[in-house]
């Protein structure tokens, strides 16, 4: 898809903006998540899930919606294509993968939240470390495929270099 | 960027995207195995009980 160059780079600074804020939203969310997982403070245990429950509902969720549609909008605009790329299907893979896993666990993130507000003991709740691990992992892994970006041509990649030759 | 393609074939797969590819595949099964080993103990249905049990201990003032 052939865009003005200003509109382009208006997208890939849209893209990075709002993947690297993902990746720093998460690691925030995890400092959290590990005073709420091994915490014995009461008090602290229930801040910590106030305020994961205020940063997965207005930061981290949005954050991983935009980097979706963002991203698939930088790729389309960009020459690297969507699907011309194995570095581009993998990240979007994982993106996507990520913003799912993400979606499912924000509503036991709530309504843990909620839980830990009232006068139940906080430290029953179980957390979510093993999810936060894993989905630093995955932005982790995103952002070293957008920087080395390893070789590799998809068949459609190929077809369409050939096209262009022709 | 890419070497130029060969006309005849289409370029065979990255050695990197094989090893990601064996790397989910070996997760997801991780994932299965653990689900069926530990049936009930994923996902919100676990939180959601281990809440539930959390509701009934009622906290103690403290000094």
């Given at each position: 898809?052939?865009?003005p160059?200003?509109?382009?780079r208006?997208?890939?600074?849209?893209?990075?903006?709002?993947?690297?804020?993902?990746?720093?939203?998460?690691?925030?969310?995890?400092?959290?998540?590990?005073?709420?997982?091994?915490?014995?403070?009461?008090?602290?245990?229930?801040?910590?899930?106030?305020?994961?429950?205020?940063?997965?509902?207005?930061?981290?969720?949005?954050?991983?919606?935009a980097?979706?549609?963002?991203?698939?909008?930088?790729?389309?605009?960009?020459?690297?294509?969507?699907?011309?790329h194995?570095w581009?299907?993998?990240?979007l893979?994982?993106?996507?993968?990520?913003?799912?896993?993400?979606?499912?666990?924000?509503?036991t993130?709530?309504?843990?939240?909620?839980?830990?507000?009232?006068?139940?003991?906080?430290?029953?709740?179980?957390?979510?470390?093993?999810?936060?691990?894993?989905?630093?992992?995955?932005?982790?892994?995103?952002?070293?495929?957008?920087?080395?970006?390893?070789?590799?041509?998809?068949?459609?990649?190929?077809?369409?270099?050939?096209?262009?030759?022709? | 960027?890419?070497?130029?393609?060969?006309?005849?074939?289409?370029?065979?797969?990255?050695?990197?995207?094989?090893?990601?590819?064996?790397?989910?595949?070996?997760?997801?099964?991780?994932?299965?195995?653990?689900l069926?080993?530990?049936?009930?103990?994923?996902?919100?249905?676990?939180?959601?009980?281990?809440?539930?049990?959390?509701?009934?201990?009622?906290?103690?003032p403290?000094?």
């Amino acid at each position: 898809m052939t865009v003005p160059r200003v509109l382009s780079r208006l997208v890939l600074t849209a893209h990075i903006v709002t993947a690297v804020g993902w990746l720093g939203a998460v690691l925030a969310y995890l400092a959290l998540d590990i005073v709420a997982s091994v915490s014995e403070d009461i008090a602290a245990v229930r801040a910590a899930y106030f305020g994961m429950d205020l940063s997965i509902r207005y930061v981290i969720v949005p954050l991983a919606i935009a980097s979706v549609l963002i991203g698939t909008a930088n790729a389309l605009t960009s020459s690297w294509g969507l699907f011309r790329h194995y570095w581009v299907v993998v990240k979007l893979l994982l993106t996507v993968f990520a913003t799912v896993i993400l979606l499912l666990e924000a509503q036991t993130i709530m309504y843990m939240a909620e839980l830990a507000s009232t006068g139940a003991d906080p430290g029953n709740l179980p957390g979510s470390l093993l999810h936060s691990i894993g989905g630093l992992v995955v932005l982790i892994t995103v952002a070293v495929l957008s920087v080395y970006k390893p070789k590799g041509l998809t068949r459609h990649g190929w077809r369409q270099q050939l096209r262009a030759r022709e | 960027m890419s070497s130029p393609p060969d006309q005849s074939s289409p370029p065979p797969m990255p050695r990197w995207v094989k090893v990601f590819a064996a790397i989910a595949v070996i997760l997801v099964l991780l994932v299965v195995v653990a689900l069926i080993w530990f049936p009930g103990k994923h996902g919100p249905g676990r939180h959601i009980h281990g809440a539930h049990s959390g509701t009934e201990q009622r906290l103690e003032p403290t000094a």
